[in-house]
């Protein structure tokens, strides 16, 4: 069983800071793409940002250069810094992770964390 547990949000005033952290546990020889995504009251879920397992990496327009994100495969785990939040970003975030069982396994699956609430006062 494969499960994503996050950490590290909370309540920050505008301009400030948080570094949410997705650490991977179970039984898995593979991780490929790791994400983070966020949903809103009222909005849909959207895509915060993406690492591939070649470290490259992926922003929504509206977090660029104020988000980071970062993955440690050694412990299975991924990071989003953000910096400079905006009342905007006031969102559950939740960390998402394709994986294979085996290395050589043909097809990923996908997990996602339960999420952790962020709230940016103005």
């Known amino acids: 069983q494969v499960q994503l547990v996050e950490s590290g949000g909370g309540v920050v005033q505008a301009g400030g800071s948080l570094t949410l952290t997705c650490a991977v546990s179970g039984s898995i020889e593979k991780i490929g793409n790791m994400a983070w995504w966020r949903q809103a009251p009222g909005k849909q879920r959207e895509l915060v940002a993406l690492i591939t397992d070649t470290g490259s990496t992926t922003y929504t327009n509206s977090v660029k250069g104020r988000f980071a994100i970062s993955r440690d495969d050694a412990k299975a785990t991924q990071y989003l810094r953000m910096n400079t939040l905006k009342p905007e970003d006031t969102a559950v975030y939740y960390c998402?992770?394709?994986?294979?069982?085996?290395?050589?396994?043909?097809?990923?699956?996908?997990?996602w964390g339960r999420g952790t609430q962020v709230t940016v006062s103005a």
């Open positions: 998402y992770v394709r994986w294979k069982k085996f290395s050589d396994d043909m097809n990923y699956s996908d997990s």
